[in-house]
């Protein structure tokens, strides 16, 4: 006989489409029913479950192997058809947005007016002075550190030489990841050296998802630019954030958009660099049909953030703890603000 606790789950999953996926029926590396994969693979339970039903966003930690890397788990059921979203998905300006106070599109080839909107946080820009490898409070690496000490810093102009070889370092960024993929990723040398491009492997080794039922994405976040999956939307851009307790993060990021005309949309997020704790990041959403929301019929969006941090301290000063608790806040406050804001476009 099931327990009370399994009948509900039960109860919850056949609300959560656990009989299948968004979409028509399961194809080969079709994603694994929604119900399912809360249950085994991110251990939610029936309330939990109960309250993604009721567009209350859910968020949890998952476990990872090394302490250095955080993996953020999120759902919220939102009242909105798929088309509706998927049109959304691909208003990638709007997305951005509903995630990042300050950023900016590059184009290719990027555009004066685009380079000249990035600029040091004025709170930052001294913390450049004297940096040098394996001392020094931004991420950058050996070369960059070199071009940094060309600033007079005691003169009346320093701030604005700073930015110029911010934005002259970007721009070399962008250009030679667009020429060259991962290879062209930055090294950072402020502690012992660390490719970026083998801290963002580590974390898509990770994720299931990518590995198992978008093998076609995973090809294409490996060999970019080549191997562009059908259906495919992509952007680069540059995002300037600030985590309450944390220093102001200047990251490069590459956004691909898939929406395919059945089956699960995705959207992705890789970082290309950030200039403070991040060595790598990869976000994964994806929604699912959600016919028997509480309220009506809508979507589920899912999302998953993984993050491979520098050596953060513990102990008294535990940043690390601080770091994964604000993560999971600003997880909970995204899903939230986008349920809002989707819900509200819907019934506006």
Known sequence: MKSLKETYIIAACATLACAGMAGPARAQNAAPPLGDYLRTSVGLNAGQIADAQNGVAVVKLLHTDIGRDVTVFGIIGIHTTRDAY????????????????RFGIISDPPTPAEMQTIALDPSEWQ???????????????????????????????????ADSVMRVQVENRVAAYRARDNAAMPRYDDTNGVQASDAFAALLDQSTYIQQYAPAL???????????????????YWSLDR??????????????????????????????????????????????DAPALNGGAGIYLVTTRRYRFDALPGGLLN?????RSQLQKVMNSDLERERKTVEARTTG
């Not at 940043?319 to 770091?323: A, D, E, L, N, T």
Request: proline letters at 6%; one cysteine or more.
């Open 86 to 101: 998927l049109a959304r998905m691909r208003d990638v300006q709007s997305l951005i947005a509903a995630r990042s106070q």
């Open 127 to 161: 913390d450049l002075k004297g940096c040098r490898v394996r001392n020094c409070n931004f991420k950058l690496s050996g070369s960059d550190m070199k071009q940094f000490a060309q600033v007079d810093w005691y003169g009346p102009n320093a701030e604005q030489q």
């Open 218 to 236: 995973r090809n294409y976040l490996v060999n970019f630019p080549a191997d562009r999956p059908d259906n495919a939307l992509d952007v680069m």
């Open 243 to 288: 985590i309450p307790h944390l220093r102001p993060t200047f990251t490069l990021n590459q956004m691909v958009v898939l929406t395919p005309p059945a089956g699960n949309a995705l959207i992705v997020r890789k970082q290309i660099y950030a200039d403070h704790y991040f060595e790598a990041a990869l976000e994964l959403s994806t929604i699912y």
């Open 319 to 323: 940043i690390r703890g601080r770091v």
